[in-house]
């Protein structure tokens, strides 16, 4: 995939709602806005908050796999970290749902719904797994930015902003 064509995946996010208030490309594109403003020097957690949900678009009706598979389709252009980010942010809401008792009030409905369908709360050795990964602080960012990108009638920065961070 090129930047073009990631770009042009992305456009196609206006279609797809995946049952929220907001569509994807939307979504997106809040995402990325929420950590471009948190942490304006780590590009590629600002690219992962943009490509997150590809998979969705890729792949609609399978909140199980989409982190797989929007990874698989963004990693030869965006890296490995890009795709690790991706591919387990689902399980970062399923590790912050175990180990935040408080975590699961801010998820929308919708995302409660597809809480389960990911697995739901994690057993003790997948808390201890993921927690010991070397870029857990990443991957939580992008999580919570994820589940606050959901503002209706947000105005974040057109797609074709983030244009001259893809490689070209």
């Not at 797809?16 to 490309?25: F, K, S």
């Not at 590629?44 to 998979?55: I, K, M, P, R, S």
């Not at 389709?73 to 175990?98: I, Q």
Request: hydrophobic content about 45%; overall charge negative; glycine content about 6%.
């Amino acid at each position: 995939m090129t930047a073009d064509e990631l770009l042009t995946l992305l456009a196609r996010g206006v279609d797809h709602a995946d049952e929220e208030r907001v569509d994807l490309l939307d979504h997106s594109l809040q995402c990325a806005a929420r950590l471009r403003a948190r942490f304006p020097d780590d590009r590629e957690l600002q690219l992962a908050g943009l490509v997150h949900d590809v998979g969705t678009i890729l792949v609609p009706d399978d909140p199980a796999g989409h982190g797989s598979t929007g990874a698989a389709a963004v990693a030869p252009l965006l890296g490995r970290r890009v795709a690790w980010l991706v591919s387990w942010h689902a399980d970062a809401k399923r590790y912050l749902v175990t180990t935040d008792p408080e975590y699961r009030a801010r998820l929308s409905e919708r995302s409660r719904v597809t809480l389960e369908q990911q697995g739901g709360t994690m057993r003790d050795a997948e808390v201890a797994a993921l927690g010991a990964a070397p870029d857990l602080d990443a991957l939580l960012a992008l999580r919570r930015a994820d589940d606050d990108a959901k503002v209706v009638g947000a105005s974040p920065a057109p797609l074709d902003t983030w244009a001259p961070l893809l490689p070209r």
